[in-house]
């Protein structure tokens, strides 16, 4: 009898929490390593160098940090109770923290003491984070797409100058933007990273990036710009102990600086698990941003008994997962284990430590910028008609890009707004969610909005108010050609909310006779034809039919949709009316349409009010503006899937 293979380990589990073999694991791993080290270890260089510790110290804070990076992975990628929010993010110091550090520490007086009063301030900050992660997730609903996707393009945008940076030569003396051989090492690494994802599919694709950062390593060797003297310096076994400096001070002021920095990091970690959850397409709740930020307190509770410092989602990371698109959580787990295993080994992390800056900054430009890619996307879902969601776009990419452009004008500030105007990411992310706040939350007192517009908004009780002209001519846009259902959705007013405004549509759309609901089936346009891509059908239909791309068919795919459409309207009399966003491709949509070639002629017309209910749906949540605004972005996204 022939056995019945048994089914995979892995089988109906989301890719998140695909476990793979242990080689794809170490492979994966290490790929992720490689791209995080260099920014892992930036914080206790450029706060060693600052408060005057010794390269003795800085070496053992190196150690302790990657150790401790290792252990806070594995938290937010693993998660215990309700700590971690199992998704593949990768845990690293937060850049936020370093000038509120370097003040406390040369307050302090400097050297070991000053370290000892930084230790103090995050263990409380990170305690603090832990303890006030399910209140900071409440406010999620501050978090729509306009918010989100502005925050994510911000930490995409925001970090490409860092990437630029170390491309030039990184910072110091070894930076020169003039240097061929710096600019050959850059370009070289991400001619090579994008020309494997061309050539190569499956496995070699995924690694990518490591292979770009192993073969520009081994050419700068080779011409002799790749230095692994350290390595013979370094010891094989670096133990990290906990208070190894001495015991933690605590200072009010020093740990206010240091909460603060933990709030302003938990907006930029809900960021980076919105952005992480579309990647993997993994829907984001409340109690997910709970577990992220408990992993972060944790985390740099964590930090803080290990020598380490605060800790928060690695956006850097983000943008390889997008690279490799690689979604399974386990491969940040093994990555973890293996910065601990560096953090253990001072020789290995020394063997990392010689990728030359130039090779690092080629493969940073490509996975920074897919960051900003998976903002772009977010941002597909925003409803642009709407002008406010503009200015909340603009305002907070403008003012990011300001201060990422010009870092000199944090010193124009007072002391306490440094921390605010000294990263981009940070200020970016605060202007995106307070006038977002301001816009959408404030000053609700007629009401939810219903439609938004550059002039303003339409609320539900100026609705009521309306005469039967005004209310036609606002919401005639939801249908095609006739106004007859408009007209007689007027009549069942007053609404008592967004919902009952919607219904009153679809309950007037099928109480018509059947020659008018004729007529208004005929006024649809054809699937993919010119007369949509120029906007002649109008706006409405334009959107509609552009959201699955059907205005800008290449010739075959045009030609297959227009054989089946007039096939449709010789038979019929009346042209195919599909709610294209319903579907997920365009393949379905041709699918859809020659399964309904077959019907009876009653049945498409039963059918194609059905689409025309669900166009005017979407469409009425195109400018629905609600009390909630991340109801209807949730609405949209799950009709999208």
Request: include cysteine; hydrophobic fraction near 50%; proline fraction near 5%.
């Amino acid at each position: 009898m022939k056995a019945i293979p048994r089914p995979s380990r892995n089988a109906g589990r989301h890719p998140v929490d695909e476990v793979l073999p242990p080689g794809k694991l170490v492979v994966y791993g290490t790929q992720h390593v490689l791209a995080f080290y260099a920014g892992a270890v930036i914080v206790p260089i450029l706060l060693a160098n600052s408060i005057g510790l010794s390269t003795q110290q800085l070496v053992h804070l190196i150690n302790a940090d990657l150790f401790t990076c290792g252990i806070a992975s594995i938290i937010q990628s693993v998660g215990f109770w309700k700590v971690g929010v199992r998704l593949p993010l990768l845990q690293g110091v937060t850049f936020t923290a370093v000038s509120p550090m370097i003040a406390i520490g040369l307050a302090a007086g400097g050297g070991t003491d000053g370290l000892l009063v930084i230790y103090g301030a995050v263990l409380v900050a990170g305690l603090a984070t832990f303890f006030i992660a399910p209140y900071f997730s409440r406010l999620i609903r501050f978090f729509p797409p306009v918010v989100t996707g502005s925050v994510i393009t911000i930490i995409g945008l925001a970090l490409l100058p860092v990437a630029a940076g170390d491309a030039t030569g990184g910072a110091g003396p070894t930076s020169d933007p003039t240097s061929g051989k710096n600019l050959a090492y850059a370009l070289g690494t991400l001619a090579l990273i994008v020309l494997i994802q061309r050539v190569f599919k499956g496995f070699m694709a995924t690694v990518a990036v490591l292979v770009g950062l192993v073969a520009g390593t081994l050419v700068a060797w080779a011409f002799g710009d790749a230095h692994f003297g350290a390595v013979s310096d370094s010891g094989w076994v670096g133990v990290t102990t906990p208070f190894y400096f001495g015991w933690p001070q605590f200072s009010v002021a020093a740990i206010i600086s240091v909460v603060v920095v933990m709030l302003i990091t938990a907006v930029e970690t809900t960021g980076d698990v919105f952005a992480t959850g579309e990647i993997v397409e993994k829907r984001i709740g409340r109690e997910d941003i709970a577990r992220a930020l408990r992993a972060d307190g944790l985390a740099t509770t964590i930090g803080g008994v290990f020598n380490s410092f605060p800790y928060t989602c690695f956006a850097e990371n983000v943008g390889l997962v997008r690279l490799t698109r690689v979604r399974s959580r386990w491969v940040v787990a093994a990555a973890g284990a293996i910065m601990i295993l560096l953090g253990l080994v001072p020789k290995a992390g020394a063997v990392v430590a010689g990728i030359p800056h130039p090779v690092l900054g080629g493969a940073a430009l490509a996975m920074f910028a897919t960051v900003a890619v998976v903002g772009f996307q977010t941002l597909a879902k925003v409803d642009f008609h709407d002008h406010r969601n503009v200015v909340i776009v603009a305002t907070s990419v403008g003012l990011a890009m300001y201060v990422t452009a010009q870092p000199e004008v944090a010193q124009a500030v007072p002391g306490w707004a440094e921390i605010i105007f000294g990263s981009g990411i940070t200020l970016g992310s605060l202007t995106a969610i307070g006038l977002n706040i301001l816009f959408h939350h404030v000053g609700k007192d007629y009401g939810p909005a219903v439609a938004g517009q550059p002039g303003g908004t339409v609320r539900l009780d100026q609705v009521n108010k309306m005469s039967r002209e005004e209310f036609v001519e606002t919401f005639a846009g939801l249908f095609q050609g006739p106004r007859w259902m408009v007209e007689r959705a007027w009549d069942m007013r007053p609404f008592a909310d967004t919902h009952a405004l919607r219904r009153s549509f679809q309950e007037a759309l099928f109480s018509g006779s059947h020659d008018e609901q004729r007529q208004l089936i005929e006024a649809y346009p054809q699937l993919g034809s010119q007369f949509v891509a120029d906007g002649l059908s109008g706006e409405a239909s334009l959107r509609d039919q552009a959201a699955r791309g059907l205005t800008f068919l290449a010739e075959p795919e045009r030609d297959e949709l227009e054989t089946i459409t007039a096939a449709y309207r010789e038979r019929f009399g009346f042209p195919l009316v599909i709610s294209v966003r319903d579907a997920d491709s365009f393949d379905r949509i041709v699918e859809q349409g020659r399964e309904r070639l077959g019907n009876c002629e009653n049945q498409e017309h039963a059918a194609a009010l059905l689409e025309i209910a669900k166009i005017a749906g979407y469409r009425f949540d195109d400018f629905l503006q609600d009390a909630n605004p991340i109801h209807s972005a949730r609405t949209r996204w799950s009709s999208n899937r």
